[in-house]
């Protein structure tokens, strides 16, 4: 019995302990899905994202929390593609459509249902010591997710040294 025990113990960590390898790192690169995104974003009252020397506003990508899937960006979004009627981190009951897409491709889009961590009480504008760029990200839930994306799963332990680390280049604009 001890030695069954010990034979299951030493085996273990193969099974129960190792980050699963996703099955598309193992095809040439371009066929990897779809994960970094751009952020279209048009406010109720018409302001959106415009910026003719900027082709899109910051980049995003989806998280599987095993439950739900979320839509994480940079919360410096909301300075450029703004409601320009509000100065805080404040844009559900102003929202008209969130997207976020691949680059060059909307029709593979994300649709944004809402902003989870909104703050009525943090402002956008008082510049960098009101702690904006310290805590620079924003999380949505999701209305709609195209089939042609890829969630990020969160991994289970840290990384290590040693460890492959995957990434994709974008397109150019």
């Given at each position: 019995?001890?030695k069954?025990t010990?034979?299951?113990?030493?085996?273990?960590p193969?099974f129960?302990f190792?980050q699963?390898?996703?099955s598309?790192?193992?095809?040439?690169?371009n066929?990897?899905?779809?994960?970094?995104l751009?952020?279209?974003?048009?406010?109720?009252n018409g302001?959106?994202?415009?910026?003719?020397?900027?082709t899109?506003?910051?980049?995003s990508f989806?998280?599987d929390?095993?439950?739900?899937?979320?839509?994480?960006?940079?919360?410096?979004i909301i300075w450029?593609?703004?409601?320009?009627?509000?100065?805080?981190?404040?844009?559900?009951?102003?929202?008209?459509?969130?997207k976020m897409?691949?680059?060059h491709?909307?029709?593979?889009?994300?649709?944004?249902?809402?902003?989870?961590?909104?703050?009525?009480?943090?402002?956008?504008?008082d510049?960098?010591e009101n702690?904006?760029l310290?805590r620079?990200?924003?999380?949505?839930?999701?209305k709609y997710?195209?089939?042609?994306?890829?969630?990020?799963?969160?991994?289970?332990?840290?990384?290590?040294?040693?460890?492959k680390?995957?990434l994709?280049q974008?397109l150019?604009?």
């Open positions: 019995m001890m069954k010990l034979i299951i113990f030493y085996f273990l193969l129960s190792g699963i390898k996703e598309w790192i193992m095809k040439p690169k066929q990897w899905p779809h994960i970094a751009v952020n279209d974003v048009t406010y109720k302001n959106k994202y415009e910026d003719p020397t900027i899109y506003a910051a980049s989806l998280l929390t095993g439950t739900d899937t979320l839509a994480i960006t940079a919360k410096h450029v593609a703004r409601n320009k009627t509000s100065d805080k981190v404040y844009i559900n009951d102003h929202l008209k459509i969130w897409y691949p680059k491709q909307p029709e593979d889009s994300v649709i944004i249902d809402r902003l989870i961590n909104e703050d009525l009480t943090e402002k956008l504008f510049g960098p702690g904006v310290q620079d990200w924003l999380v949505f839930s999701t997710v195209s089939p042609n994306i890829q969630p990020v799963k969160l991994r289970n332990e840290p990384v290590k040294v040693g460890d680390v995957y994709r974008s150019p604009l």
